[in-house]
């Protein structure tokens, strides 16, 4: 009993020293403990930045400092990558590539196959018709040879595709330009032909509200067949776009038991945590676009919601190093690094003031912070 009041005593106080240490100077080299040093071995940290967040030296130091995986927000998807036939931009990823490097962090390629952000010409010819099947493989395979091919050695996972599970209740997969030109097996085939490019690196398939019953049943079909027809695939990505009261925390703990349960590993792939409100649910679903929407924090989070979302995250977080303690889940990945340049500014509503990450527009860490390197600190026992 002593010894259990000991450990926690000892976790709570390095998570206070490290709290002030950050909070004092947010962007300080000297900053004992960042959220890479509390993770240690035991699952990645990561962010989701753009190339050109790098000009900006301060924030460029704090996800070198506190992260050790990167992920491309939007430079290593097809329409940045391939935007006409053959003619292949790699300088914004291969900026990011290069600062993860340097800084000793895994790098994560996002995206192979997406409905968004992917060139029309792909998979549809002029007037929008599908492609036939066999033109519009041979343009899969060479987008993926060749990014593939690009990255080997510095990307250690793909997401190979990307939301292709339905949001209907009726509908097993998504209808995309994809599915029209080559049918179900465009998933199978991007698996293959990406293995085929780079058998040493990792391949996931990641999906946004998958820890929801009804998209879980799904995507463990989905699993479980391209596992029988021998596809390799290594693990799932739950991206986390979650919200101030939901999904429930047990859900989330038991679509990780689930995915789990196949051998793939679990990651949580794009984490952030709307405080605002909105008409629908969690999620990600692009189509849900609310044109007008209420905007109650343009002048920062009160107390009260810094405090309520700080919980929220360190529910999360709890739920997230029991499995990662477990060994079932190995990385997560926050959807941004601060505040400004999340997403959830323009979504589900354009132009508002959010508030979804662990660093204000100043860069000073939240409440939520000091929840998450609270949890992170703490040892398996004592949480
Ligand atoms: O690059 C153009 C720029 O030239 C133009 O002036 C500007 C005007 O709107 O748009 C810029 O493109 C924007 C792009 O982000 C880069 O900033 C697009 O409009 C904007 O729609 C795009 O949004 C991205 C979104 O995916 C849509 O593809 C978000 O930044 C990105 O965070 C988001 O990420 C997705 C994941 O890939 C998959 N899961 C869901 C997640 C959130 O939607």
């Given at each position: 009993?002593?010894?259990?009041?000991?450990?926690?005593?000892?976790?709570?106080?390095?998570?206070?020293?490290?709290?002030?240490?950050?909070?004092?100077?947010?962007?300080?080299?000297?900053?004992?403990?960042?959220?890479?040093?509390?993770?240690?071995?035991?699952?990645?940290?990561?962010?989701?930045?753009?190339?050109?967040?790098?000009?900006?030296?301060?924030?460029?130091?704090?996800?070198?400092?506190?992260?050790?995986?990167?992920?491309?927000?939007?430079?290593?998807?097809?329409?940045?990558?391939?935007?006409?036939p053959?003619?292949?931009t790699?300088?914004?990823?291969?900026?990011?590539?290069?600062?993860?490097?340097?800084?000793?962090?895994?790098?994560?390629?996002?995206?192979?196959?997406?409905?968004?952000?992917?060139?029309?010409?792909?998979?549809?010819?002029e007037?929008?018709?599908?492609?036939?099947?066999?033109?519009?493989?041979?343009?899969?395979?060479?987008?993926?040879?060749?990014?593939?091919?690009?990255?080997?050695g510095?990307?250690?996972?793909?997401?190979?595709?990307?939301?292709?599970?339905?949001?209907?209740?009726?509908?097993?997969?998504?209808?995309?330009?994809?599915?029209?030109?080559?049918?179900?097996?465009?998933?199978?085939?991007?698996?293959?032909?990406?293995?085929?490019?780079?058998?040493?690196?990792?391949?996931?398939?990641?999906?946004?509200?998958?820890?929801?019953?009804?998209?879980?049943?799904?995507?463990?079909?989905?699993?479980?067949?391209?596992?029988?027809?021998?596809?390799?695939?290594?693990?799932?990505?739950?991206?986390?776009?979650?919200?101030?009261?939901?999904?429930?925390?047990?859900?989330?703990?038991?679509?990780?038991?689930?995915?789990?349960?196949?051998?793939?590993?679990?990651?949580?792939?794009?984490?952030?945590?709307?405080?605002?409100?909105?008409?629908?649910?969690?999620?990600?679903?692009?189509?849900?676009?609310?044109?007008?929407?209420?905007?109650?924090?343009?002048?920062g989070?009160?107390?009260?919601?810094?405090?309520?979302?700080?919980?929220?995250?360190?529910?999360?977080?709890?739920?997230?190093?029991?499995?990662?303690?477990?060994?079932?889940?190995?990385?997560?990945?926050?959807?941004?690094?601060h505040?400004?340049?999340?997403?959830?500014?323009?979504?589900?509503?354009?132009?508002?003031?959010?508030?979804p990450?662990?660093?204000?527009?100043?860069?000073?860490?939240?409440?939520s912070?000091?929840?998450?390197?609270?949890?992170?600190?703490?040892?398996a026992?004592?949480?």
């Amino acid at each position: 009993m002593q010894d259990v009041l000991l450990t926690v005593s000892l976790g709570l106080l390095a998570s206070c020293m490290m709290a002030t240490s950050n909070r004092d100077s947010p962007g300080s080299a000297q900053t004992a403990a960042t959220l890479r040093q509390a993770a240690g071995d035991r699952v990645l940290i990561g962010t989701a930045i753009m190339s050109h967040h790098l000009d900006d030296p301060r924030l460029a130091d704090l996800v070198a400092r506190q992260f050790n995986s990167l992920t491309g927000e939007n430079e290593f998807k097809p329409a940045s990558l391939q935007p006409r036939p053959g003619e292949f931009t790699f300088d914004a990823a291969d900026r990011l590539a290069d600062f993860a490097r340097q800084h000793d962090m895994k790098l994560i390629g996002h995206t192979l196959v997406w409905h968004n952000q992917a060139p029309k010409w792909m998979f549809e010819d002029e007037s929008g018709q599908p492609l036939p099947r066999e033109l519009a493989l041979e343009n899969l395979k060479h987008h993926i040879d060749t990014v593939v091919e690009h990255f080997k050695g510095r990307v250690v996972g793909w997401d190979v595709v990307n939301e292709a599970i339905s949001d209907r209740e009726d509908e097993y997969l998504r209808d995309t330009p994809a599915r029209r030109a080559i049918g179900d097996d465009y998933i199978a085939r991007a698996f293959e032909f990406a293995h085929a490019a780079d058998p040493d690196v990792e391949l996931y398939y990641n999906d946004y509200s998958i820890e929801q019953p009804n998209k879980r049943k799904k995507t463990l079909r989905l699993i479980r067949e391209l596992q029988a027809a021998g596809v390799r695939i290594d693990a799932v990505g739950i991206q986390g776009h979650w919200l101030i009261d939901g999904p429930e925390t047990q859900v989330i703990d038991d679509a990780i038991a689930a995915y789990a349960s196949l051998g793939v590993k679990v990651m949580i792939t794009e984490l952030d945590v709307d405080p605002l409100p909105r008409r629908r649910g969690a999620g990600a679903d692009l189509s849900a676009i609310e044109r007008e929407g209420l905007d109650p924090f343009k002048d920062g989070l009160p107390d009260e919601m810094q405090r309520k979302l700080a919980e929220r995250y360190r529910e999360i977080f709890l739920v997230l190093m029991k499995q990662a303690d477990a060994g079932t889940l190995t990385r997560i990945t926050f959807w941004g690094t601060h505040d400004g340049t999340s997403w959830l500014n323009n979504f589900p509503v354009r132009g508002r003031t959010n508030h979804p990450l662990l660093w204000d527009r100043e860069l000073s860490p939240k409440p939520s912070f000091h929840a998450v390197i609270g949890v992170l600190s703490t040892p398996a026992g004592a949480r």
